[in-house]
């Protein structure tokens, strides 16, 4: 069973610019959440999308959304990229239950320079 | 109130001794805590997990021990190995937040061997 997958694994972008991020979850799963991880921060939830649906949000800015398409496939977007944006970015796979387990991929890593 | 605080910062034991790590929380509509494991260059990968009608659950070398009443739990990792050097997370969620984790801020523990 193929893991989660997340595309491009490096991107090094600029101050203003845009970036997307892409994630395909592991097959049968439903739910896909995004969290950053930064060395002074940790790992930060994001978002939870859920058959195409934001179910959850963590408490970013509008700067940062995300979407889901009908294969669960999702992918999120950093608008007006800022220094402090610079991180690992995670994306997990699940059933989509509370107690399920997240499967994580191994990330995009954003440098905003 | 949202905040999970994990302790020790970093950790370095010796082969075969025993590797503790703890974390408090504040919220009691927390149900669900999880132990994350990740190695450098992958995403965080679930050991162990449990709820708070259990004070204690045990798989293979891994233990959580959880304290309702002073709002703790911790991760025992016994006859430490040098594979078990890794970056350990604890987490929290409640059954309402989805699959949004509140992570502690990690904890890098070194097994010399």
């Known amino acids: 069973k193929a893991g989660v997958t997340q595309t491009p694994r490096y991107l090094i972008k600029t101050r203003g610019q845009q970036v997307t991020l892409s994630c395909s979850p592991i097959?049968?799963?439903?739910?896909v959440s995004w969290y950053q991880q930064t060395p002074g921060q940790g790992l930060q939830f994001l978002f939870e999308?859920?058959?195409?649906?934001?179910?959850n949000k963590g408490n970013f800015p509008g700067r940062f959304s995300g979407r889901q398409f009908s294969n669960s496939r999702s992918e999120m977007n950093v608008s007006t990229l800022e220094l402090g944006d610079s991180a690992l970015y995670l994306c997990?796979?699940?059933?989509?239950?509370?107690?399920?387990?997240?499967?994580f991929g191994e990330g995009s890593r954003l440098t905003v320079l | 109130q949202q905040q999970v605080k994990q302790s020790p910062q970093s950790l370095i034991v010796q082969k075969g001794g025993i590797s503790i790590i703890n974390c408090a929380y504040e919220?009691?509509?927390?149900?669900?805590f999880p132990w994350y494991q990740q190695f450098p260059g992958k995403g965080p990968a679930l050991l162990i997990a449990?709820?708070?009608?259990?004070s204690e659950k045990k798989e293979g070398r891994f233990t959580i021990s959880f304290n309702k009443s002073a709002k703790q739990f911790s991760l025992h990792i016994m006859d430490s190995q040098p594979g078990d050097s890794a970056t350990y997370f604890c987490?929290?969620?409640?059954?309402?937040?989805?699959?949004?984790?509140?992570f502690g801020k990690g904890t890098t523990l070194s097994v010399s061997s």
């Open positions: 997990a796979s699940s059933a989509g239950t509370a107690t399920g387990e997240l499967f």
């Open positions: 097959s049968g799963h439903r739910s």
């Open positions: 999308y859920f058959s195409e649906t934001q179910r």
């Open positions: 919220n009691t509509a927390f149900d669900y």
């Open positions: 449990i709820r708070p009608d259990v």
């Open positions: 987490a929290a969620s409640m059954r309402q937040a989805g699959t949004a984790l509140i």
